[in-house]
């Protein structure tokens, strides 16, 4: 016969002719066998592997008038009607191209009507993926209340692109891919009844690159029997279907093991003469370097590789190359195939690629170093790290030892923010904010010295100056938001949390207000520090870092902002008949209150 419909003539027509769902076919058939048909199946997996032939198999099973039976006979009225698609009760709908809700009303309107040549009206959704949110809605309420005399079959191939809803309402089966084995198998028998002869090489190259498909395989073998003249070969085989041969790997693999880019770069012009696209040579090489890998991490697994044929020969090749070597050399390809997809010149970045694993060095002694820069496989990259290591570690070293000298004079009584006063970072000091919770030398944030030592001030001038700026009332907007993150991350800094309050923002810092000092200090850990800034970042979309003052000393700084000058501040108290008071006094004032505190005129 021709070959032309050579998959058409061999597609299955019966459960036993299926191959490599066993499992299903033995499911469905029991199902059948014991009146127990269910109104919905979802049928999943990978293309080729028969979802929908099982479905139009299932079909005609259900309503053969010798049935239900477990096999249809295909030899009644209805069995022949629904090969050939005649029958009007057994519809096949193609969600790719019908995928709109006008389409699944049409099947609701129409399944409320009996079957009129059938025993059952099987509608087989194909693609079922590609319908849209509303024709999910409106098939949601058909599988929901289903009529006695219908059955759902949805096919697809992405079944995590379907609602949870409609899958809970089928039974599903999983299609797996049809194993080389069994490929093979049925690929030498449409050969001896066609009576074409094919070399065992070729049969097994063709169901390698079928990847797990029957209905692929058969279409290969279909397209290379019509090329090759009387007797389907290997090199047939490579030639029609744009492959690579192994022979050409192998010489590639010989001359990148041996490092020789003078050799390789022949050989990626005579591919490219030959008509082989560079992705295509790079797919096909990261498989063949796989399949090395495998011969030496898995020396008898010969039936796992997928690219060769022949391994014995490859053997002694993949005892040549080093396996992290292997391991680097596939994730260099695989990005370099990644950018590929995007690339202007694909050969010359083909030849790139090549070139980068030939000039990769063995993982021996820099094996790590080589593992966290596989883009970097120069042998300069070791010189360099040595002297970078030495540096950064006297480096560590200094810093180190000037931590101890500032512990020391810390200890001694020196205060946190004295010991260069007259220096540049004592003016930093005056006027850049600080953060209140860390202290030279201590990186923890609290002092060296103990709980009672002094921290470092907080300039609150320029926060008492932007206290009333848009900046700051959005960041009060926002407060709740910020305060519900942080219980999120952690509810015991949320508790010390909020009792501040934000009251002024300035140079990306955000000054909080405590009442409390507990509370305050608290919050200034180093780890409570970092979830709040790190919450911080995220509602606002920026880095904010925090500072912290108690409420009194900010509105004591706030209220003497208002004293425009010195003049009108003594026309203020010689109107209201205060006078100005010694800051002890103030500060009594502030600790016991108004009410408790006396001040009594000395007499001379």
């Known amino acids: 016969m021709s070959h032309i419909a050579l998959y058409r003539a061999w597609r299955p027509q019966t459960f036993q002719d299926m191959v490599g769902q066993q499992h299903i076919i033995q499911t469905l058939q029991n199902a059948i066998r014991e009146q127990r048909i269910s109104h919905a199946y979802l049928f999943n997996g990978p293309r080729g592997t028969g979802k929908t032939t099982a479905a139009k198999v299932f079909a005609k099973a259900v309503n053969c008038v010798n049935g239900p039976t477990t096999e249809p006979c295909n030899e009644c009225e209805a069995c022949r009607g629904i090969t ?5 009760d057994v519809v096949e709908i193609d969600a790719a191209s019908n995928r709109g809700i006008d389409e699944i009303r049409d099947i609701r309107e129409k399944v409320r009507y009996a079957p009129s040549e059938v025993r059952y009206k099987v509608y087989i959704i194909d693609e079922v993926h590609m319908l849209t949110t509303e024709a999910f809605n409106a098939l949601l309420k058909t599988l929901e209340e289903p009529p006695g005399h219908v059955i759902f079959i949805l096919a697809t191939t992405e079944p995590h692109k379907l609602p949870a809803t409609i899958i809970s309402r089928c039974q599903r089966f ?4 049809v194993s080389l084995v069994e490929q093979k198998e049925r690929l030498r028998q449409i050969c001896e009844e066609e009576q074409m002869e094919a070399d065992e090489d070729a049969l097994a190259y063709i169901a390698r690159l079928s990847d797990g498909g029957m209905r692929d395989a058969i279409g290969l073998l279909e397209q290379v029997s019509a090329f090759s003249e009387g007797r389907i070969t290997l090199d047939a085989a490579v030639d029609v279907t744009g492959g690579i041969a ?19 770069l022949p050989l990626v012009e005579g591919m490219t003469q030959a008509g082989k696209s560079a992705d295509k040579c790079l797919e096909n090489l990261i498989y063949f370097f796989r399949d090395l890998l495998l011969l030496k991490l898995v020396p008898n697994a ?6 060769m ?17 292997l391991f680097r050399m596939i994730d260099i390809l695989h990005q370099y195939q990644v950018e590929m997809k995007h690339a202007i010149q694909p050969q010359t970045l083909f030849e790139v690629a090549l070139m980068k694993i030939c000039t990769l060095p063995d993982a021996r002694g820099d094996q790590t170093e080589d593992s966290r820069s596989a883009h970097k496989p120069d042998a300069r990259n070791s010189e360099a790290a040595a002297p970078a290591s030495g540096d950064l570690l006297r480096l560590h070293k200094k810093v180190d030892e000037l931590e101890r000298r500032i512990e020391q004079m810390l200890k001694d009584g020196v205060p946190a923010g004295a010991g260069g006063a007259a220096g540049p970072e004592a003016e930093s000091a005056r006027t850049t904010p600080l953060r209140s919770g860390s202290s030279f030398g201590n990186r923890g944030g609290s002092p060296p010295g103990g709980a009672g030592m002094s921290r470092m001030p907080v300039k609150l001038d320029p926060y008492v100056k932007a206290r009333n700026e848009p900046e700051c009332q959005q960041i009060r907007m926002q407060w709740n ?5 942080v219980k999120e991350a952690g509810i015991s800094i949320h508790a010390w949390l909020i009792n501040g309050e934000p009251v002024s923002v300035a140079d990306d810092c955000i000054l909080i207000a405590f009442k409390n000092t507990i509370h305050r200090e608290t919050t200034e850990k180093p780890a409570n520090r970092e979830v709040i800034e790190r919450v911080l970042h995220k509602v606002f979309n920026r880095n904010l870092r925090f500072v912290t003052a108690m409420v009194k000393d900010w509105q004591s700084a706030s209220e003497g902002q208002i004293e425009d000058s010195p003049g009108e501040a003594l026309e203020l108290q010689a109107e209201s008949g205060q006078k100005s008071r010694p800051e002890w006094v103030e500060e009594a004032f502030k600790l016991f209150g108004e009410d408790l505190v006396v001040v009594a005129e000395e007499k001379e």
């Open 84 to 88: 050939a698609g005649s029958i009007m």
């Open 174 to 177: 999983d299609f797996r891919q």
């Open 246 to 264: 192994s022979e050409q790997f192998a010489q590639l693999a010989e001359a990148v093991q041996r490092r020789d880019v003078a050799a390789v």
């Open 302 to 307: 010969t039936a796992m590789t997928e690219r």
């Open 309 to 325: 044929i022949d391994t014995d020969r490859f053997h002694e090749m993949a005892q040549a190359y080093d396996k992290d070597r």
């Open 481 to 485: 938001e910020v305060l519900q993150q």
